[in-house]
């Protein structure tokens, strides 16, 4: 036996390893991307045969999952909840088709949200997919909960979800495991046009015999403890109890606990859908009033049938958007409780005072910034430079912290920098007005999605600059290898895709390369850009502005140190840290002038480029 | 046995994951259940950070505001940042100068908490010893000294001592000993 204090997103791939999954796709998004590193770290010191792929996109990862499955193997892709949105086309086909091999799919929410667009649910998007979810309570949880998932996959031939929110897949625990072996199920795709490729009259039959499974698995999910199950005593009835599931089970199991407060019933539903209706009927009935703590939307609320009874969002008991953190869980209990004439678990403030006294301090407000070096700073600068009166279109990755700089205008989706960039041209051009627009795209979300919006824009002649910001990386998720690099997630080579090729395949054919750390260089190449964007004859130009990034290539990302300096001359303009945010340069509260401070200064130089009073110089 | 909680918090950059891991190894090497919650994503990047550890038979990674044991953070902003975890009576120990610390505007909320603040100027100290980036291990240190919770400062020193790699290992537990003596000296004086 092994023991590890294991990250909830290495306990999903320890449970993945011990189920044979024996094929894992996946896009990396927060809370989700540590989950195929794990799986490639315990297959390599197991030597197991697991084949395991960053995919393009999360839909890619799905299909490329699905025809494994068919296949007859065991077979997972993974990927945060609005990754889920991307692959949701072939995500809703599924369950109708149904698989041979077992399929999870692993979909991570993000209640908060601390690192996405939304707060939605997997678990509402597992119903209307109609396909069988799970919903962990803990790390260790999650990890059994694979197995079986795997396993109910296989039984009922229907793909099953597992829901980790982020505070399982952020979190650690102690976990023992034992030998990893691999799965050697060999694939054996069987033709069957009917049901693999089924027309909408056999999409009725599926579906017919999807709801009879969904019966069975509900009649399965009444009983299938620990992960759905109640404490009440039989023949007894209760004034008030609690229906809840996920995370916030374990809050609410620990706040029992401590306040040792038996009198309360606990329905736990780990696997909420197909919803266990004998189960939930059960407690309802010995219920006189039941609260449903859940996270982050109204599934179980929506499925308990008997409203009156019912407290959560609904009722206005439970905060409708938000993360349910234990301190928040406890005021709702504590008001349940008063509403329902029982005593609360404490008087505690939950803190409420100190947090109040804490907003009064002015504390530092420390929003995320591009990191010291980071070449995106120095594109988004010179853009700017260039062009300061346009529209700034941009995406989803580290780039979205060009916000700070003034060149982030739009933020919508995956893929959006470019296809918002057309709809701005078609919404000014139809009044005659030839707006600038700048898009900005980093070089994995333009192979996520950025293609089609660019082939759209260029087939109906929208016109605009789209710089790709090609730091030869995944950064903002953790270092994910770029596929013109060609590294693959498990050391081997794969075959590096060109920007340039892809980008001219597209029809683009202006296209310029650049490195921006140049910065003087790439204010002429946008303004010369843009004069291509603005000539009749011309069309949309492409920048991409190349330079690794200073974090995953911190050997050789910067090949010529500078050390620099500031002078007597500068005159605490604050341009290099309010505007430029480097945050290597600081202000001197007592010199009132700016200063670089060493530990964070990775000598790029570009400060040297940008002080607008040429008060950096080299050492 | 009771669950003993620890926040500890400080800025992108300043390795917390790595003093969580310090703390958690020795938990886990004395044979108790140890649960954690930590910051990944966008909040990383030279945002405020923050990491929970639980050593006991916790369910839920997350510490509940008003019940941590104790805080241990690397920056005093981060400390005052977080103050609404620690319970009554809990314990706090920030990277800071002694003399400015605490700020007066908490001193009445600590005082009526009965939260004792200790600091000690761990990124100045660490720096001096010559590696500026062990404020982690030093702030670890610190607290050992004052024989408070489940680990021994014993067992702290031996995790340092079987995590860093040969080239650090003499210098991480040159501070590890300068700061717990530091430490040792100032819980004498109390």
């Known amino acids: 036996m092994k023991e590890e204090f294991l990250l909830g997103n290495g306990a999903i791939a320890l449970g993945l390893m011990e189920a044979g999954c024996q094929i894992l796709t996946s896009y990396p998004g927060t809370p989700s991307s540590e989950i195929l590193p794990e799986v490639v770290r315990f297959s390599k010191a197991a030597n197991l045969n697991t084949s395991i792929e960053w995919s393009v996109n999360e839909k890619v990862a799905f299909d490329n999952a699905f025809a494994a499955a068919i296949s007859g193997k065991r077979a997972a892709c993974c990927m945060k909840m609005v990754g889920l949105n991307v692959a949701a086309d072939s995500f809703m086909s599924s369950a ?7 399929l999870v799919i692993i979909s991570c929410d993000d209640p908060g949200p601390h690192s996405s667009q939304t707060e939605q649910d997997s678990r509402l998007m ?16 999650a990890r059994e909960m694979i197995k079986t998932a795997f396993d109910l996959s296989e039984e009922f031939q229907v793909p099953v979800m597992v829901r980790p929110a982020i505070r399982i897949c952020h979190a650690r625990q102690n976990i023992q495991y034992g030998i990893l072996e691999s799965n050697l ?60 599931g996920g995370i916030p089970s374990s809050v609410v199991q620990d706040l029992f606990e401590e306040y040792e407060r038996i009198d309360i019933p606990i329905l736990k539903l780990g696997a909420p859908y197909p919803f266990p209706e004998k189960l939930a009927d059960e407690f309802m009935d010995a219920c006189d009033k039941v609260l449903v703590i859940e996270e982050t939307d109204t599934v179980i609320e929506y499925m308990l049938r008997d409203k009156r009874k019912t407290l959560g969002r609904l009722s206005g008991h439970v905060p409708m958007e938000g993360e349910l953190v234990p301190e928040k869980i406890e005021i709702v209990l ?32 420390r929003k995320p910034t591009l990191c010291p070096g980071c070449p995106h700073r120095a594109s988004f600068y010179s853009i700017r430079k260039a062009l300061p009166k346009a529209i700034f279109p941009s995406d989803i990755g580290c780039y979205t912290l060009g916000s700070n700089l003034g060149v982030v205008d739009t933020v919508l989706d995956m893929g959006a920098g470019i296809t918002m960039a057309s709809g701005f041209w078609n919404a000014y051009i139809q009044d005659d007005v030839k707006k600038p627009i700048v898009a900005t795209m980093g070089d994995s979300t333009f192979f996520h999605s950025g293609t089609t919006g660019l082939i759209n824009a260029v087939y109906n002649d929208s016109r605009f600059l789209l710089v790709i910001l090609d730091n030869h990386i995944t950064a903002m998720t953790g270092m994910q290898p770029s596929i013109t690099q060609g590294d693959r997630v498990d050391g081997r080579k794969g075959n590096p895709i060109s920007l340039e090729t892809i980008v001219k395949g597209c029809g683009v054919d202006y296209i310029k390369v650049l490195d921006p750390y140049d910065t003087k260089n790439m204010i002429q190449e946008v303004k010369d850009a843009y004069a291509h964007v603005n000539d009749p004859d011309g069309g949309i130009a492409v920048i991409i502005s190349r330079h690794p990034c200073v974090i995953g290539f911190k050997e050789t990302a910067i090949p010529e140190k ?19 945010e480097c945050p290597a340069m600081v202000r001197n509260e007592e010199t009132e ?14 400060c040297l480029q940008i002080c607008p009073k040429d008060a950096v110089e080299k050492v | ?87 009554k009576g809990g314990m706090l120990f920030a990277n800071a100068g002694a003399r400015a610390f605490p700020d007066s505007k908490v001193v009445e909320y600590l005082d009526q908490m009965q939260i004792k603040p200790r600091a000690m100027e ?21 607290y050992s000294a004052f024989g408070v919770g489940p680990l021994d400062a014993d067992d702290l020193r031996a995790t340092v001592d079987s995590i860093s790699p040969g080239p650090f290992k003499k210098m991480n537990l040159k501070i590890f000993d300068t700061c717990h003596e530091f430490g040792r000296k100032m819980n004498l004086e109390d």
Not at chain 1, 597 to 606: A, E, I, K, T
Not at chain 2, 133 to 140: E, F, G, P, Q, R
């Open chain 1, 96 to 102: 109708y088709i149904g698989n041979i091999g077992g």
């Open chain 1, 126 to 141: 597992a119903r209307l997919g109609k396909i069988p979810v799970f919903d962990p309570s803990s790390p260790e949880e």
């Open chain 1, 185 to 244: 199920t060999k694939a054996d795709f069987k033709k069957e046009p009917t049901r693999w490729a089924s027309t909408p009259k056999f999409r009725f039959i599926q579906h017919k015999a999807l709801n009879e499974k969904h019966l069975k698995i509900s009649e399965k999910f009444n009983t299938l403890t620990p992960y759905n199950m109640h404490n009440l005593k039989s023949k007894t009835s209760y004034p008030f109890g609690v229906v809840t």
């Open chain 1, 334 to 365: 504590n008001k349940a409780l008063g509403d329902c004439g029982l005593a609360p678990l404490s008087d505690s403030d939950n803190g409420l005072e100190a947090f109040d006294l804490v907003g009064g301090l002015e504390l530092p407000i």
């Open chain 1, 562 to 580: 500078i050390e620099v300096l500031v002078t007597e001359d500068c005159d605490d303009c604050g341009f290099c840290h309010l505007r430029f």
């Open chain 1, 593 to 606: 002038k700016t200063e670089i401070n060493p530990v964070l200064c990775v000598q790029c130089g570009v």
């Open chain 2, 1 to 87: 046995m009771k669950t003993i909680n620890f926040v500890l918090s400080g800025l992108g950059g300043q390795g917390i994951l790595f003093m969580t891991k310090i703390l958690a190894m020795t938990a886990q090497n004395k044979g108790f259940n140890i649960l954690g919650a930590e910051t990944h994503g966008m909040a990383q990047r030279g945002g405020s950070v923050v990491s929970h550890l639980r050593i006991g038979d916790a369910r839920s990674s997350l510490i509940r505001a008003g019940a941590a044991d104790f805080l241990i953070s690397l920056d005093e902003s981060e400390a005052y940042r977080y103050l609404p975890y620690l319970k």
């Open chain 2, 122 to 142: 761990a990124g100045k100290t660490a720096m001096e010893l010559g590696s500026p980036k062990s404020t982690n291990l030093a702030m670890v240190a610190f």
